[in-house]
């Protein structure tokens, strides 16, 4: 079965410090695709990354990156000198190779974490 | 504005109402999906939509009725609804079902069942 545990449920910190928010996964399939959502208090998921499992090539983006490791089963992502914008909830998610007939859209979501970057 | 609009934002009913949450999609999309959001437990996908044509049930409960009439809009009707059916319901699209490309979400509309 798949699942995604994201143990962190809160986490606070001070403007400009850095914040890594955890991600594991467990599928049995070989190949996968792993995702970030931000969630501002406005409602909409935001995407902000996808992942193929055979892309193991850590990414940056801005003051975002993103720590993917298969031996480990983790998918971190870490936001570099936070900011008060950055506020909100983020959503690891996984989902199958669309090319085994399933839908893109089902996607295994963990249960938040919650940020908040206080100035 | 992600182009995806969801109405209403908030709704409250009785258990014996019968209402409809509706989305309309603006990015020229052909596949849109319902989600449900609650507090006790992760984002759950209820309903996929491919060219107006359910593809994804994932075993909801018949008392939520989706219907597509076109690629643009997307409707879940609500009927005797129970008070475990209060979250937030979420509505997204993508270019296709299987293109890769991202999800775009709404707003979401908060549903509260009294």
């Known amino acids: 079965a798949q699942k995604v545990t994201q143990a962190q449920t809160e986490i606070s910190v001070v403007e400009k410090e850095d914040v890594t928010l955890d991600c594991v996964y467990e599928?049995?399939?070989?190949?996968?695709?792993l995702f970030w959502y931000k969630q501002p208090p406005s409602g909409e998921l935001v995407f902000l990354i996808r992942?193929?499992?055979?892309d193991e090539q850590n990414e940056i983006s801005g003051r975002y990156s993103w720590n993917f490791q298969k031996s480990t089963s983790s998918f971190n992502f870490t936001i570099t000198a936070s900011q008060v914008v950055d506020s909100a909830v983020y959503f690891c998610?996984?989902?199958?190779?669309w090319g085994y007939g399933g839908s893109q859209g089902n996607l295994i979501f963990g249960k938040g974490t919650k940020l908040s970057v206080k100035p | 504005e992600t182009g995806v609009t969801q109405t209403p934002r908030h709704l409250v009913m009785g258990m014996t109402n019968k209402k409809s949450l509706k989305c309309e999609q603006h990015?020229?999309?052909?596949?849109m999906y319902w989600y449900k959001q609650s507090a006790k437990k992760p984002l759950e996908l209820m309903f996929v939509?491919?060219?107006?044509?359910?593809?994804e049930n994932n075993s909801v409960p018949s008392r939520f009725s989706p219907e597509c009439p076109n690629s643009s809009h997307l409707f879940l009707h609500l009927h005797t609804l129970q008070p475990e059916d209060s979250a937030l319901y979420l509505c997204?699209?993508?270019?296709?079902?299987?293109?890769?490309?991202?999800?775009?979400f709404g707003e979401g509309s908060r549903l509260t069942v009294l």
């Open positions: 998610a996984l989902s199958e190779w």
């Open positions: 599928t049995r399939d070989t190949t996968y695709y």
């Open positions: 990015l020229g999309h052909n596949a």
């Open positions: 939509y491919s060219l107006e044509e359910r593809v």
């Open positions: 997204a699209s993508s270019q296709d079902r299987r293109s890769g490309g991202e999800l775009f």
């Open positions: 992942r193929n499992s055979f």
